[in-house]
């Protein structure tokens, strides 16, 4: 598979497989998979200024020409194409995911009639499951009674202890932001803890991974999810020389994977370490970044317009738009696009090298946004290959050892 330029419609140009082709992929037997998780921006802004944030420090600046908020109408339109989608599919159930920017800027109002439209429009037979994802500065009891009330999960960022975390989120006027986050997690954690649904971290190498570890452990949290910050082959991330066999981030994960392993009961759920367990063993990631099960996430922005993964903003201009939108356009029409399918379609998306790979099925090419290479688009190994390498590796050896050390039970 090989990759190229394609103009759209709005003069941005697109790098994606363009040899790729559905139809044949289709006539060979191939079918894409319904789309389950529903990404949608109701808020465009943000009211911290983190310098490592996608949406408003790297390549894509979309969101200047965004309206700040979900309209009402795009909301009931966002709402009967979910809910259409589902019909379609037959689905049992869907999540959906508010989003920003800081989602809760839209207000508790606006946020209501979006969980109540999606849930309305697909009726008592689909559960929707629903998330908010926020930065938790403005978290308190009147947005927290109001997810409670709604069966909302609720996910904050947290980046671990003070000076981990206002390293990077700051408000524009460079005050930290750990203090409100702690606060507002204080409540969620006790008097909530049934919406709770966990931490996201960002990795920095200069934050000690155990001392990080042990911060966020510290508010309870049932998950934590570490993200590597978004990069790729020609805007590298922090520390990360493209190609160098060096492995900080890898080395990083390592460290924290043998404190949260080697303890008689599981603390705490470590998506990325569960993730790469389960493939190792057989089964199917529920990860973007891990694994290559076929991805099932679209994003609705705050105008309509229907598109792929935000993360893919870290790449170029344009690189997650479809050219669809929720007022004239069907999720299925998505469904048949280039670069939709080729996130369906596993190792056959894969670069050459990663097909070889030993640790393919786990490491799955790593997340999708940071294989992007200027000249050869998305078909590349992941600007992190040898840290994902290493990191797969030593759970995998870590793995086999207890697999072939454990005495068989008696009798």
């Keep these: 598979m090989t990759a190229g330029h394609e103009l759209v419609h709005d003069g941005h140009a697109r790098e994606w497989p363009s040899t790729l082709d559905v139809d044949a992929l289709r006539a060979d037997g191939w079918r894409p998979m319904p789309f389950r998780e529903f990404v949608l921006k109701i808020h465009s802004r943000c009211n911290l200024a983190c310098d490592y944030c996608y949406m408003y420090e790297m390549a894509d600046q979309s969101w200047r020409t965004q309206p700040l908020r979900m309209s009402a109408d795009v909301i009931e339109r966002t709402a009967l194409r979910i ?40 009726g008592a037979g689909v559960r929707v499951g629903v998330h908010v994802q926020t930065n938790g500065t403005a978290l308190d009891v009147r947005f927290l009674e109001l997810f409670d009330a709604l069966d909302v999960r609720v996910g904050v960022s947290l980046d671990g202890d003070r000076v981990a975390h206002d390293r990077h989120r700051r408000h524009a ?24 649904s966990g931490l996201l971290c960002t990795i920095d190498l200069r934050n000690d991974p155990i001392a990080t570890y042990e911060a966020l452990l510290a508010l309870e949290p049932p998950r934590i999810d570490f993200l590597l910050p978004h990069g790729n082959w020609n805007s590298p991330p922090p520390d990360r020389v493209p190609g160098s066999p060096e492995t900080p981030y890898g080395e990083w994960l390592a460290e924290i994977f043998d404190r949260w392993y080697a303890r008689p009961r ?90 070889l790979c030993d640790v393919r099925e786990a490491c799955g090419g790593g997340l999708y946004a940071h294989r992007y290479r200027r000249g050869s688009g998305f078909a590349n190994p992941s600007v992190y290959c040898a840290d994902l390498y290493r990191l797969v590796t030593h759970v995998r050896d870590r793995l086999r050892h207890d697999l072939l050390t454990r005495s068989p039970p008696a009798g």
């Excluded at 809910?83 to 995911?97: C, I, N, P, T």
């Design 173 to 196: 006027g460079g005050a930290g932001s750990h203090q409100a986050v702690v606060a507002a997690l204080g409540t969620l954690s006790k008097e909530f803890r049934r919406i709770y």
């Design 83 to 122: 809910a259409e989608h589902a019909r379609s599919h037959r689905l049992a159930s869907v999540d959906v995911v508010l989003h920003g920017g800081e989602p809760l800027l839209a207000g508790p109002a606006l946020i209501e009639r979006a969980v109540t439209s999606v849930r309305g429009a697909v």
């Design 266 to 355: 599981r603390e705490v759920q470590v998506r990325l370490f569960e993730e790469i367990i389960h493939v190792l063993l057989g089964g199917v990631s529920n990860s973007e970044m891990i694994g290559l099960a076929p991805v099932g996430v679209v994003v609705v922005e705050t105008d309509g317009a229907i598109e792929q993964s935000d993360m893919l903003k870290s790449a170029y201009p344009g690189a997650g738009r479809t050219g669809l939108h929720v007022s004239r356009d069907s999720f299925d029409d998505v469904l048949t696009r280039p670069p939709i399918a080729a996130r369906q379609i596993g190792a056959l998306a894969l670069a050459g090298e990663c097909r």
